[in-house]
């Protein structure tokens, strides 16, 4: 059921895709709905071109031929259509169960608008309930993993971190790093948190994304709704 409804949000995404965008290609299994549905889409003659947040996401559109790009080559998007793993009332989200999150929210911070496609159990009404991804550089992880922990002892919230994949092989990211895993239950304020964590030397990104989203479209058993 949800994979359905993940892709009826991933097709409705597609139907506002216009002639010659700019648009920025998230990662994960509603994304690859989304990147199967703009494809039927340019084999229809529509004429876009894409810059993948994944290599994954890469080697999909690449084989659906979904002409692509670079950011360096295009900086400036116009949309980027990404899942997420949690989306609360203001369109903060969580983002990063798939591994991507630093390119993910490169690209969405170089796009005009940003559309979320999710499942309607991706909203809630506080962040936090999703383990929250921070991508750290393997350099130092200890000292970094104690420094997100005196943050997160601040702010009052759990201080679980797992390492991603497990110490002995650990998960890497397209960008060669690490991933911790903050069981957090609820954040009550979301950009604090952000701010702390951006000014760890160890942190690369962490996968809140606020003010980036502008729209979100979710399935669910009443079809698909608008959350602007
Ligand atoms: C990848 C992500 C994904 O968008 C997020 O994990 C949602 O994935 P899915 O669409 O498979 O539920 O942030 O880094």
Known sequence: M?????????????????????????????????VQALAKRVAGGLN???????????DLATELGIK????????QLDLTVD???????????????GGALLREKIVAAASERMIVIADGSKEVDALGRFPLP???????LEATRRAIVTVLSDL????????????????????????????????SDVKALATRLVAIPGVV???????????AYVAGTDGVKTVL
């Open 83 to 97: 899942g997420a793993d949690e989306f609360d009332p203001e369109l903060a989200l969580i983002k990063g169960g």
């Open 156 to 187: 009052g919230l759990p201080d679980v971190l797992v390492l991603r994949g497990g110490a002995s092989q650990p998960f890497v990211t397209d960008g060669g790093h690490f991933i911790l895993d903050a069981h957090l239950e609820k954040i």
């Open 205 to 215: 990104e962490h996968g809140l994304f606020i003010d980036l989203a502008t729209k």
């Open 134 to 140: 921070i991508e750290v550089v393997p350099f130092g």
């Open 2 to 34: 949800s994979d359905q409804f993940k892709q009826e949000a991933a097709e409705r995404a597609a139907e506002d895709v216009t002639e010659g965008m700019r648009l920025g290609i998230g990662t994960g299994s509603t994304a690859e709905f989304f």
């Open 48 to 58: 876009i071109v894409g810059v993948p947040t994944s290599e994954r996401t890469r």
């Open 68 to 75: 692509l790009t670079t950011l360096d080559e295009m900086p």
